[in-house]
């Protein structure tokens, strides 16, 4: 059974640096490296959007809001995707997911990243 689980969120002053993490559980590494991945966020009444994209030749794209603050990266041997916050805003408070492109028609419990100003 495929799972996805990010971690790594919490609780973070503005100008904050935290990695989150993303596994995804229940395929093997060449299916894991063959698949594109990207990271989501949803803020409190809003709806889910999109945050970045990295793809299976480690080509990267990035929301406007968040280019140049956020970088994603992958570790296909341990079917990881990354997503390092840098230079954090409160407006960047949101739960965030990751999940592959196409995506899953599921999604994990999220990791909340809470920035304070």
């Known amino acids: 059974q495929v799972q996805l689980v990010e971690s790594g969120g919490g609780q973070v002053q503005a100008g904050g640096s935290p990695r989150l993490s993303c596994v995804t559980s229940?395929?093997?590494?060449?299916?894991?490296?063959?698949?594109?991945m990207a990271w989501y966020r949803q803020a409190p009444g809003k709806q889910r959007e999109w945050v970045a994209t990295?793809?299976?030749?480690?080509?990267?794209n990035y929301h406007a809001s968040v280019r140049g603050r956020f970088t994603i990266s992958r570790d296909n041997g341990r079917r990881l995707v990354y997503l390092q916050l840098n230079n954090l805003r409160p407006e960047d408070t949101a739960l965030y997911y990751c999940n592959r492109i196409p995506e899953y028609d599921f999604w994990g419990q999220g990791t909340q990243v809470t920035v304070s100003s």
């Open positions: 990295i793809t299976t030749d480690n080509l990267a």
């Open positions: 229940g395929i093997s590494e060449r299916t894991f490296g063959i698949s594109h």
